[in-house]
């Protein structure tokens, strides 16, 4: 079974640029979750989609993320402008739905690593 | 809202010993507990969860303890191995808020 593709691996960009995520969760997971990790920190929230629909986006910076889950599948994230405390990396998980819980547990991607200079 | 913390940033064992993670959470609303490794390079990966209606549950190698009195879980991992280095978090969940929190993960060292 395919898991959750995240692209790029890996991207550094100068602040006040712009920068954008992709994200495919595993086929048929209907919750998508995009999380921020800084270094030495747990992964943070930002927003959950179910299907096409935000459920939870109340820690997203929204002046300057945004993020979209066109037909329910794919996923993009999207910072615009960066700032120097956006280096992280940002990490794409799947689940089968209905946040989390029992039998819903999450796959996460590889992570996409940001560094703003 | 949820605050996670950990009792210990880093630990090292010996290869062989056992080790125990430890993770202390605020919300007594909290219904269940994952635990989750993460490699360097890679995603956070499930090792094993608890619902809030159990206070231990075993896996393959890995047992998880619950205390909701101190609202208090812990990751026990047997006979340590090398594999076993990573950072290690939980995550507790409210499932009727649909909410989760991680804590900030400890580190786990294991020495040949």
């Known amino acids: 079974e395919a898991g959750v593709a995240q692209s790029p691996r890996y991207k550094i960009i100068e602040k006040r640029q712009s920068v954008a995520f992709w994200c495919n969760p595993i086929?048929?997971?209907?919750?998508l979750y995009w999380y921020q990790q800084i270094l030495g920190q747990g992964p943070k929230l930002l927003i959950q989609?179910?299907?096409?629909?935000?459920?939870?986006d109340s820690q997203l910076p929204k002046d300057r993320f945004s993020a979209e889950r066109l037909k329910g599948v794919d996923s993009t994230l999207k910072i615009q402008p960066a700032k120097l405390e956006d280096s992280a990396v940002y990490l794409c998980a799947s689940s089968l739905g209905g946040g989390p819980g029992p039998s819903r547990e999450l796959f996460f991607g590889e992570g996409s690593r940001l560094t703003v200079l | 809202g949820e605050s996670v913390g950990l009792h210990l940033p880093t630990l090292s064992v010996q290869e062989g010993d056992n080790s125990i993670i430890n993770c202390a959470y605020s919300n007594s609303a909290s219904d269940y507990f994952i635990w989750y490794k993460q490699e360097s390079g890679k995603g956070p990966q499930f090792i094993i969860d608890i619902r809030s209606n159990m206070d231990k549950r075993q896996g393959q190698r890995v047992t998880v303890l619950l205390n909701k009195t101190v609202k208090h879980l812990s990751l026990q991992i047997a006979a340590t191995q090398p594999g076993d280095s990573a950072v290690y978090f939980c995550?507790?969940?409210?499932?009727?808020?649909?909410?989760?929190?991680f804590g900030d993960g400890t580190t786990l060292t294991v020495k040949p």
């Open positions: 989609f179910q299907n096409n629909g935000v459920v939870d």
């Open positions: 995550a507790v969940c409210n499932t009727n808020a649909g909410k989760s929190t």
């Open positions: 086929s048929g997971h209907a919750t």
